[in-house]
């Protein structure tokens, strides 16, 4: 199968085009912002100088490393998108940025922000630092150093960033929210299946 | 070069090892589920977590880029000769490791809310004691968790009515609820005692412990059995997507006496990237690795 490969800025028509489940790959610019910058950018309106308009962002806090004048990117991989979601929504509507990258499920709000303005989440395996850091081309920028090396604004130039799996698309669809009513539900029918076998309480 | 600086020197480089290489065990239990697991999306999880525990060696490169706050667990002799400096090395390794490794900055002082830059801070890096009486070595774990599978730690007193099997829906409900996000297939240590406190330390020692080993209790060793099982056949994968092989390398408890009237359970996960290190020194520093084998500091 072909790779489908998203390059910056991102059309509305070739979001709307992704379904949840697709695996797709970024090449251009991408941008890490997690916690901290999402407050600095909705809360405080602070605009870093780097556009966002059509762009990507990476819920990431990477190891750098400075050689020279440059920054070295060494490790980066996805962070637990769910701390955003207070934030994403109001994010996507004053950036317009069209796809964000993390780790994990978010919640309706998020959902509600992708279908309004058009735009995805997608996730990145978790913990494969080191593959995602050898997508980085270069870093071109480095903004909000003030907030330390995980929390600042990372600017950098990715080829063919992936495997992405697209968990939130522009019809509402939210994969893992869908899964997490068959997890609940075979939860409780496996609890309930082991619970004779754990009647230690003596009475 | 002295004794102290010997020791700050091996502990930095197996800050090093535990930050780009897996355990023999981990890896072990994640071949077999990459093996098993049969959903497209799983197998291409997987496919990216094994092509990245190689570039980490290939490039020389920690596995995650979230190195945690380092944790150290110490057994230590009381006749160990370097007992009284290894609270000072231990600070020592770290600062250097943070450099030379490199570790992510991961300590942000409480209140002032401020990243120190260094891993260190009030009470960072973690160090948790264990004495042993007439011996003259060491055994310390290294261990590095990201916020991540930090984040679904749960701790809490039930009334002992709950019984065991309200335990059992105690860490259920978590890794549905919270775990799904902590970087499946997961470690889960379960701590059964009688406050938040000594139920939450014996889940962590749980997870600690290498995979494949039991609970010398026959009942407890059941309920890792049982507790298995069940999470496996929640149809929950690798990074919270559905897959067939489970979302466990493997369940663990730990437990003490309890108090009649309460019942503290806690669970402590950690994630696929379960970066522990064990090492043992002898008083002349001699070491043994004993999860990594075949690596040379």
Known sequence: MEKKILTTPISDEDIKSLKIGDIVYLTGTLVTCRDTGHKRRVLSNIVPKTDLKGGAVFHAGPIVKKVGDKWEMVSIGPTTSMRMEKFEKEFLEITGAKIVIGKGGMGSKTVQGCVENTAVHAIFPGGCAVVAASQVEEIMDAEWLDLGMPEAFWVMKVKEFGPLIISIDTKGNNLFENNKEVYKTNKEKQVAQIAKDLSFMKY | ?297
Request: aromatic share 6%; charged share 20%.
């Open chain 2, 1 to 297: 070069m002295t004794l102290e600086q010997k020791f700050v020197d091996i502990t930095v480089k197996f800050i090093d090892l535990v930050a780009k290489v897996l355990p023999d065990d981990v890896v072990g239990v994640l071949s077999t589920l990459r093996d098993k697991e049969t959903e497209p999306m799983a197998k291409a999880i997987y496919e990216s977590m094994f092509e990245n525990m190689e570039k980490a060696v290939s490039m020389n490169r920690p596995i995650c880029q979230d190195t945690g706050v380092l944790q150290f667990f110490l057994k230590v002799g009381t006749k160990f000769p370097l007992i009284d400096k290894l609270s000072d090395m231990l600070l020592e390794a770290t600062t250097v490791a943070t450099n030379t490794v490199p570790l992510r900055h991961n300590a942000v002082e409480t209140f002032i809310e401020k990243n120190t830059g260094t891993n260190t801070g009030k009470n960072v890096p973690y160090i948790e004691y264990g004495i042993v009486p007439n011996s003259d070595k060491l055994e310390m774990i290294v261990y590095m968790a990201g916020g991540g599978c930090v984040l679904p730690g749960r701790s809490m007193v039930m009334m002992p009515s709950a019984g065991y099997e309200g335990i059992a829906d105690f860490v259920a409900d978590t890794m549905v609820n919270w775990g799904i996000n902590a970087c499946p297939p997961l470690v889960v240590g379960v701590g059964i005692g009688t406050c938040v406190a000594s139920a939450a330390k014996l889940a962590k020692k749980a997870s600690l412990r290498p995979l494949g080993t039991k609970n010398d209790n026959a009942q407890a060793h059941i309920m890792e059995q049982q507790l298995e099982k069940a999470l496996n056949g929640i149809g929950l994968g690798p990074q919270g997507i559905p897959g067939k092989a489970g979302c466990v390398l493997g369940v663990n408890v730990e437990n003490m006496a309890r108090h009649p009237s309460a019942m503290g359970a806690a669970v402590s996960f950690g994630c696929w990237a379960h970066r522990r290190g064990t090492i043992v020194f002898d008083a002349k520093l001699n070491y043994e690795i004993l999860d990594h084998k075949n690596t040379v500091l």
